[in-house]
C-alpha cells in the first residue's frame, strides 16, 4: 500500500515525455523491434503538428514552411487544422532524432504541438 501511495505520488510530479524526444523516439523503436523491424532501413515515415489547444498558435504557413525547410513533403490535415510532413528516413538514426527533436523545440516556440511520427514496419 505504502509503494503504491508513493508511486502515485511520484507519478504526479514526473515531467511528461516530450514527443519527438530521443526518448520517445526509442519507444516506437521498441516497438517496431518487436515486428522484426531494427528501424535501419530507409522507408515513408509521417510527421504531425497542430495548433496547441487554448493557446495562441501563429498561423498554418509558418508551420508549413518549418515542414519544408526540414526538408518534408507537406500537406494540411484536415484534423484540428494540422499540419503532415513527408520523407524517406532510417529511423533509428541520430540525424532522425535530432530532425524531431528540432521539429518539436521550434514548433513549440510558434504555438504549435509536435504530435510525433509514423512509419510503416519494414520485415527481413
Known sequence: M???LITSIVARFRKPMKLGS????QLVLAQ???QGDD???ERHVRHFAYPQR???AKGIDLAMELFAEAGLDVSETQFRGGVLGEHYAAVAEDEFNTLTENL????TRLGWEYDG???A???G
Open 104 to 107: 518539436s523545440e521550434e514548433l
Open 2 to 4: 505504502i509503494l503504491r
Open 121 to 123: 514496419v519494414l520485415k
Open 54 to 56: 487554448g493557446g495562441f
Open 22 to 25: 530521443a526518448r520517445a523516439n
Open 32 to 34: 517496431i523491434a518487436e
Open 39 to 41: 528501424g535501419s532501413e
Open 117 to 119: 511520427w509514423e512509419c
